[in-house]
């Protein structure tokens, strides 16, 4: 199933997609919803993030080849990191380049977004409590990541997070390609077998410390060929079974 927010007028509304619709669904996703048989074709819909997260957690590190890009080593646990709610932004809406920074770069990831509430879930039994997948661009002040010596700052801008650009339940997160394309061309590529905290792992690991929300995202971090954004870019993030996630900046 694919679950989307998204606006028509003035309403904000949840729906599903199959073929080329949006049909609504009320109340949302998180519990049992039901269609209330109002369709629109998905091109007639503005799609808005997928959801509205209480906190993003995003994993540093979590894919090898990154590590060494960057000369870290592996992680022995998952390295976690807060992103603000206030980042979110939507498919087609704009990264906007903060004046503090001279090197903002895109971070091609695929997110989990949690379906219901989640406490010290063991690793066996997280399942249940994930609705699906979408895609984060975990953009990131990589000058400001370097002189702060901690993250909250360069990875906290507003537009910082874009999210979509719909969710996707019921398929498997363990092995999908995941890419990164500027202006069309292909800038990061691997496959989410590649990581080294799986998702179940992330999420027995991350509600061990803080509880998790439905709507909140787990972001499971970024391959390496991660580069800089330039005002005018398009920069698009796609993983296969999902779709894909464009966002120009300004
Ligand atoms: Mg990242």
Same mark, same amino acid.
């Given at each position: 199933?694919?679950?989307?927010?998204?606006?028509?007028?003035?309403?904000?509304?949840?729906?599903?997609?199959?073929? *080329?619709?949006?049909?609504?669904?009320?109340?949302?996703? +998180? #519990?049992?919803?039901? &269609?209330?048989?109002?369709?629109?074709? @998905? =091109?007639?819909?503005?799609?808005?993030?997928?959801?509205?997260?209480?906190?993003?957690?995003?994993? *540093?590190?979590?894919?090898?080849?990154?590590?060494?890009? +960057? #000369?870290?080593?592996? &992680?022995?646990?998952?390295?976690?990191? @807060? =992103?603000?709610?206030?980042?979110?932004?939507?498919?087609?809406?704009?990264?906007?380049?903060?004046?503090?920074?001279?090197?903002?770069?895109?971070?091609?990831?695929?997110?989990?977004?949690?379906?219901?509430?989640?406490?010290?879930?063991?690793?066996?039994?997280?399942?249940?409590?994930?609705?699906?997948?979408?895609?984060?661009?975990?953009?990131?002040?990589?000058?400001?990541?370097?002189?702060?010596?901690?993250?909250?700052?360069?990875?906290?801008?507003?537009?910082?997070?874009?999210?979509?650009?719909?969710?996707?339940?019921?398929?498997?997160?363990?092995?999908?390609?995941?890419?990164?394309?500027?202006?069309?061309?292909?800038?990061?590529?691997?496959?989410?077998?590649?990581?080294?905290?799986?998702?179940?792992?992330?999420?027995?690991?991350?509600?061990?410390?803080?509880?998790?929300?439905?709507?909140?995202?787990?972001?499971?971090?970024?391959?390496?060929?991660?580069?800089?954004?330039?005002?005018?870019?398009?920069?698009?993030?796609?993983?296969?079974?999902?779709?894909?996630?464009?966002?120009?900046?300004?």
């Amino acid at each position: 199933m694919i679950f989307c927010r998204f606006q028509t007028g003035r309403a904000v509304r949840w729906g599903r997609v199959s073929r *080329g619709t949006v049909e609504e669904l009320l109340p949302d996703p +998180f #519990g049992d919803s039901s &269609p209330t048989g109002l369709v629109w074709p @998905l =091109k007639d819909v503005q799609l808005l993030a997928p959801c509205e997260p209480t906190k993003i957690i995003a994993i *540093g590190l979590n894919y090898a080849d990154h590590a060494r890009e +960057f #000369g870290h080593k592996i &992680p022995k646990e998952p390295l976690i990191f @807060l =992103k603000p709610a206030s980042a979110v932004i939507g498919p087609d809406e704009p990264i906007r380049l903060p004046a503090a920074s001279r090197q903002v770069e895109y971070e091609a990831e695929l997110a989990v977004v949690i379906g219901r509430r989640a406490r010290n879930v063991p690793l066996e039994g997280t399942k249940k409590y994930i609705l699906g997948y979408t895609l984060m661009n975990d953009v990131t002040a990589r000058d400001l990541q370097r002189s702060d010596g901690q993250w909250t700052r360069a990875k906290g801008f507003d537009t910082f997070a874009p999210l979509g650009p719909w969710i996707v339940s019921g398929i498997s997160p363990e092995d999908l390609k995941i890419e990164a394309y500027v202006n069309g061309e292909r800038r990061q590529s691997s496959r989410t077998s590649q990581l080294i905290f799986g998702v179940s792992r992330l999420v027995s690991h991350i509600s061990q410390v803080m509880t998790l929300e439905p709507g909140d995202i787990i972001s499971t971090g970024t391959p390496s060929g991660v580069g800089p954004l330039k005002r005018g870019d398009r920069v698009e993030i796609r993983v296969e079974k999902i779709g894909s996630l464009l966002n120009r900046v300004v």
